[in-house]
């Protein structure tokens, strides 16, 4: 089956994943903005790490027939931060109107903060002026109390509803966000988060109407298969062949085609503008 996997840290990751993901099904992909494991200590990092999201890293996918998008934010993990925060968000408005940028995100919360509350507010009126989806991030910690608040900032906003993902759900907020007609996202880990068997409860329960599954494989212990290993598992739990396909591919298309920006053909991204390569030597 083909998968779409809709967040994912390529950044973080190897070109081994890449060849695993390709030839597991994965054929499109969408990369958040995210932290790099420890604070940045400029604004001038970004500028290079947006830049990277939306050249280099979609010609590194394309060399495995893989699409690449990215969504763009200033994370909540480096909301709080006073220093550069200004300066990041004076940043967004040029990348978010770049092609390949199918979204505005991750945004939301990590600690929730004032300041958190104040830049997913930001990000949510980007998103209304851009015409983009959004992609939140919800807390680690105190998850229920954040994806309410979450909830709350966008019906604030004014975004439609349809055109928000909360992500990192679990058994406790999936019901709270579907019912509210958002997008619940579920990030599928080893450890932490949800694993594939808490989520063929989760989809037997709730069935996959505006459910999105995702590996969030990022610097940390994680798995960039997760996606196919849970419609293998659902598929092993007698869940029909067309609902696990709507869950891994139909929905997030659905989804982020919503940008106007989706291109499913990785040929298109095969070659860099800069000339650079990570061909070396002769073949």
Known sequence: MRIFEPHIHMTSRTTDDYEAMAAAGVQALVEPAFWLGQPRSSAGSFVDYFNALVGWERYRAAQFGIAHHCTIALNPKEANDPYFRADVMALLPRYL?????????????????????????????????????????????????????????????????????????????????????????????????????????????????????????????????????????????????PEVEKLIWDNPVTFFAQSGRLELDATKNSELSQGNSILRGER
Do not use: C
């Open 97 to 241: 109107a770049k092609d390949g940028v199918v979204g505005v995100g991750e945004t939301g919360y990590d600690s929730i903060t004032p300041a958190e509350d104040e830049l997913l507010a930001e990000h949510l009126a980007l998103a209304i002026e851009f015409d983009l989806p959004v992609l939140v991030h919800t807390p680690h910690r105190d998850k229920l109390a954040g994806t309410r608040r979450t909830l709350d900032v966008v019906r604030e906003s004014g975004l439609a509803p349809e055109r928000v993902l909360i992500d990192h759900n679990n058994e406790l907020t999936a019901k709270l966000v579907l019912d509210q007609g958002v997008w619940a996202g579920f990030s599928i880990y080893p450890d932490t988060k949800v694993d594939e068997r808490r989520m063929v409860l989760i989809a037997q329960e709730l069935g996959t109407e505006k459910v999105i599954v995702n590996s969030a494989a990022d610097w940390g212990r994680s798995d960039p298969l997760k996606v196919a290993k849970t419609a293998e598992a659902m598929l092993a739990a007698q869940i029909p062949q």
